[in-house]
Protein backbone atom coordinates (compact mmCIF):
# COMPACT_ATOMS: atom_id res chain seq x y z
CA UNK A 1 0.00 0.00 0.00
CA UNK A 2 1.14 3.84 -0.76
CA UNK A 3 1.92 6.14 1.77
CA UNK A 4 0.95 9.17 1.82
CA UNK A 5 2.38 11.75 -0.99
CA UNK A 6 3.43 15.16 -0.70
CA UNK A 7 4.65 16.88 -3.22
CA UNK A 8 6.46 19.19 -4.09
CA UNK A 9 9.37 18.10 -1.65
CA UNK A 10 11.34 21.23 -2.36
CA UNK A 11 10.30 24.73 -2.96
CA UNK A 12 11.64 28.33 -2.98
CA UNK A 13 9.68 31.53 -2.91
CA UNK A 14 10.01 34.93 -2.53
CA UNK A 15 8.15 36.94 0.49
CA UNK A 16 4.54 38.16 -1.04
CA UNK A 17 3.95 35.54 -3.69
CA UNK A 18 1.47 32.72 -2.63
CA UNK A 19 2.24 28.63 -3.16
CA UNK A 20 0.04 25.37 -3.16
CA UNK A 21 1.14 22.44 -1.62
CA UNK A 22 -0.14 18.77 -1.74
CA UNK A 23 -0.97 15.95 0.03
CA UNK A 24 -2.25 12.27 -1.77
CA UNK A 25 -3.70 10.02 1.66
CA UNK A 26 -2.96 6.13 1.95
CA UNK A 27 -6.17 4.45 -0.06
CA UNK A 28 -9.07 4.20 1.94
CA UNK A 29 -8.29 6.98 4.20
CA UNK A 30 -10.52 10.14 4.51
CA UNK A 31 -9.04 12.29 7.37
CA UNK A 32 -6.24 14.63 5.84
CA UNK A 33 -4.53 16.93 8.56
CA UNK A 34 -1.97 19.67 7.68
CA UNK A 35 1.34 20.32 9.95
CA UNK A 36 3.82 23.19 10.39
CA UNK A 37 7.67 22.06 11.53
CA UNK A 38 9.48 24.50 12.62
CA UNK A 39 12.49 24.89 14.52
CA UNK A 40 11.76 27.56 17.43
CA UNK A 41 7.91 26.18 17.34
CA UNK A 42 8.15 22.70 16.66
CA UNK A 43 5.05 20.60 15.39
CA UNK A 44 1.73 23.00 15.25
CA UNK A 45 -1.70 21.99 13.85
CA UNK A 46 -3.34 23.70 10.94
CA UNK A 47 -6.41 22.20 10.07
CA UNK A 48 -7.95 18.55 9.41
CA UNK A 49 -10.07 17.67 6.71
CA UNK A 50 -12.45 14.99 6.59
CA UNK A 51 -15.13 14.00 3.82
CA UNK A 52 -14.13 17.13 2.07
CA UNK A 53 -14.66 19.33 5.45
CA UNK A 54 -12.78 21.10 7.41
CA UNK A 55 -13.20 19.54 10.60
CA UNK A 56 -10.44 21.36 13.49
CA UNK A 57 -8.65 24.21 12.56
CA UNK A 58 -5.90 25.47 14.00
CA UNK A 59 -4.54 28.96 15.48
CA UNK A 60 -3.12 30.54 12.22
CA UNK A 61 -3.90 33.42 9.87
CA UNK A 62 -6.67 33.39 7.14
CA UNK A 63 -3.49 33.61 4.37
CA UNK A 64 -3.44 29.52 5.15
CA UNK A 65 -6.16 27.61 3.95
CA UNK A 66 -7.33 24.27 2.18
CA UNK A 67 -9.45 22.02 0.88
CA UNK A 68 -10.00 18.38 -0.03
CA UNK A 69 -11.47 16.91 -3.21
CA UNK A 70 -13.51 13.90 -3.45
CA UNK A 71 -11.08 11.11 -3.77
CA UNK A 72 -9.46 12.49 -0.25
CA UNK A 73 -6.33 14.35 -1.56
CA UNK A 74 -5.84 17.61 -0.59
CA UNK A 75 -3.99 21.09 -0.83
CA UNK A 76 -2.66 23.83 1.19
CA UNK A 77 -2.19 27.24 0.21
CA UNK A 78 -0.56 30.56 1.72
CA UNK A 79 -1.04 33.84 0.13
CA UNK A 80 1.06 36.83 0.85
CA UNK A 81 4.17 34.66 1.86
CA UNK A 82 6.14 35.81 4.87
CA UNK A 83 9.84 34.81 5.84
CA UNK A 84 8.28 33.10 8.74
CA UNK A 85 6.58 30.87 6.68
CA UNK A 86 9.77 29.03 6.16
CA UNK A 87 8.83 25.34 7.27
CA UNK A 88 8.36 21.93 6.63
CA UNK A 89 5.02 21.38 5.66
CA UNK A 90 3.94 17.95 6.99
CA UNK A 91 0.45 15.94 5.65
CA UNK A 92 -1.06 13.01 7.81
CA UNK A 93 -4.15 10.67 6.94
CA UNK A 94 -5.70 8.61 9.06
CA UNK A 95 -8.90 6.50 8.02
CA UNK A 96 -11.57 8.14 9.74
CA UNK A 97 -12.94 9.30 13.10
CA UNK A 98 -11.64 6.57 15.35
CA UNK A 99 -8.56 7.54 16.82
CA UNK A 100 -6.58 5.51 14.70
CA UNK A 101 -3.15 6.20 13.98
CA UNK A 102 -1.77 9.08 11.47
CA UNK A 103 0.20 8.44 9.13
CA UNK A 104 2.72 11.46 7.60
CA UNK A 105 4.07 12.03 4.66
CA UNK A 106 7.89 13.23 4.25
CA UNK A 107 7.01 16.70 3.72
CA UNK A 108 7.56 19.97 1.77
CA UNK A 109 10.43 22.12 2.46
CA UNK A 110 8.86 25.67 2.19
CA UNK A 111 11.64 28.06 1.70
CA UNK A 112 11.14 31.86 1.57
CA UNK A 113 13.50 34.68 0.27
CA UNK B 1 -3.93 25.53 27.86
CA UNK B 2 -3.06 22.05 26.17
CA UNK B 3 0.76 21.09 26.16
CA UNK B 4 3.08 18.52 25.81
CA UNK B 5 6.19 18.28 27.61
CA UNK B 6 9.13 15.91 26.52
CA UNK B 7 12.19 15.88 28.75
CA UNK B 8 14.86 14.95 28.14
CA UNK B 9 15.57 17.33 25.37
CA UNK B 10 18.63 15.14 24.10
CA UNK B 11 20.01 11.87 24.91
CA UNK B 12 23.26 9.86 24.34
CA UNK B 13 23.64 6.42 25.35
CA UNK B 14 25.98 3.59 24.15
CA UNK B 15 24.34 0.92 22.09
CA UNK B 16 22.64 -1.87 24.04
CA UNK B 17 21.57 0.11 26.84
CA UNK B 18 17.58 0.62 27.98
CA UNK B 19 16.39 3.64 28.19
CA UNK B 20 13.44 5.47 28.72
CA UNK B 21 11.70 8.76 27.27
CA UNK B 22 9.27 10.87 29.21
CA UNK B 23 6.11 12.67 27.93
CA UNK B 24 3.96 14.67 29.99
CA UNK B 25 0.97 16.54 29.24
CA UNK B 26 -1.51 18.85 31.42
CA UNK B 27 -5.15 18.39 30.28
CA UNK B 28 -5.61 14.73 31.40
CA UNK B 29 -8.90 14.33 29.32
CA UNK B 30 -6.90 12.65 26.05
CA UNK B 31 -8.61 10.35 23.87
CA UNK B 32 -5.58 9.01 22.73
CA UNK B 33 -1.61 9.69 22.67
CA UNK B 34 0.88 8.47 20.16
CA UNK B 35 4.54 8.09 19.74
CA UNK B 36 6.38 8.45 16.45
CA UNK B 37 10.39 8.78 15.50
CA UNK B 38 11.76 11.54 13.31
CA UNK B 39 14.76 10.77 10.66
CA UNK B 40 16.31 13.86 9.90
CA UNK B 41 14.90 15.52 6.76
CA UNK B 42 11.69 12.88 6.69
CA UNK B 43 8.09 13.09 7.75
CA UNK B 44 7.11 11.04 11.13
CA UNK B 45 6.56 7.31 11.67
CA UNK B 46 4.14 6.28 14.04
CA UNK B 47 5.77 3.91 16.46
CA UNK B 48 3.08 3.15 19.20
CA UNK B 49 -0.52 4.36 19.75
CA UNK B 50 -2.21 4.39 23.11
CA UNK B 51 -5.74 4.83 23.54
CA UNK B 52 -7.31 6.50 26.61
CA UNK B 53 -8.60 3.08 28.19
CA UNK B 54 -5.14 1.08 27.47
CA UNK B 55 -2.34 1.55 30.29
CA UNK B 56 0.57 0.25 27.59
CA UNK B 57 1.44 -1.01 23.92
CA UNK B 58 4.04 -2.97 23.04
CA UNK B 59 5.98 -3.81 19.34
CA UNK B 60 9.11 -5.12 19.33
CA UNK B 61 11.65 -3.22 21.81
CA UNK B 62 9.41 -0.52 22.50
CA UNK B 63 6.81 -0.28 25.39
CA UNK B 64 4.97 2.72 25.54
CA UNK B 65 3.18 3.07 28.90
CA UNK B 66 -0.01 5.75 29.48
CA UNK B 67 -0.90 7.37 33.16
CA UNK B 68 -3.88 9.64 32.67
CA UNK B 69 -4.25 10.28 36.39
CA UNK B 70 -0.88 12.10 36.40
CA UNK B 71 -0.92 12.98 32.49
CA UNK B 72 2.33 10.95 31.71
CA UNK B 73 3.52 8.34 29.49
CA UNK B 74 7.14 6.66 29.15
CA UNK B 75 8.56 5.02 25.83
CA UNK B 76 10.90 2.48 26.78
CA UNK B 77 13.36 1.14 24.76
CA UNK B 78 14.69 -2.10 25.02
CA UNK B 79 18.78 -2.84 23.80
CA UNK B 80 18.99 0.13 21.78
CA UNK B 81 20.90 -0.01 18.48
CA UNK B 82 22.73 2.95 16.45
CA UNK B 83 19.66 2.47 14.24
CA UNK B 84 16.99 3.91 16.68
CA UNK B 85 18.89 7.01 16.74
CA UNK B 86 16.33 9.84 15.81
CA UNK B 87 14.31 12.29 17.09
CA UNK B 88 11.15 11.10 18.86
CA UNK B 89 7.93 12.98 19.17
CA UNK B 90 4.92 12.48 21.47
CA UNK B 91 1.59 13.37 20.92
CA UNK B 92 -2.00 13.86 22.36
CA UNK B 93 -5.56 14.15 20.65
CA UNK B 94 -8.31 14.98 22.83
CA UNK B 95 -11.24 13.86 20.25
CA UNK B 96 -11.76 11.49 17.47
CA UNK B 97 -10.75 14.47 15.30
CA UNK B 98 -7.01 14.47 13.75
CA UNK B 99 -5.69 17.09 16.05
CA UNK B 100 -2.96 15.99 17.29
CA UNK B 101 -0.76 18.25 19.90
CA UNK B 102 3.06 17.90 20.02
CA UNK B 103 5.99 17.62 22.14
CA UNK B 104 9.30 19.35 21.44
CA UNK B 105 10.96 16.48 20.99
CA UNK B 106 13.92 14.37 22.29
CA UNK B 107 16.98 14.05 19.81
CA UNK B 108 18.23 10.16 20.84
CA UNK B 109 21.59 9.19 20.01
CA UNK B 110 23.03 5.83 20.19
CA UNK B 111 26.65 5.43 19.52
CA UNK B 112 28.22 1.98 18.68
Known amino acids: KAGVTQTPRYLIKTRGQQVTLSCSPISGHRSVSWYQQTPGQGLQFLFE???????NKGNFPGRFSGRQFSNSRSEMNVSTLELGDSALYLC????????????FGDGTRLSIL | KQEVTQIPAALSVPEGENLVLNCSFT??????LQWFRQDPGKGLTSLLLIQSSQREQTSGRLNASLDKSSGRSTLYIAASQPGDSATYLC???????????FGQGTELSVKP
Open chain 1, 92 to 103: ASAPGGDGQPQH
Open chain 2, 91 to 101: AVTYNQGGKLI
Open chain 1, 49 to 55: YFSETQR
Open chain 2, 27 to 32: DSAIYN
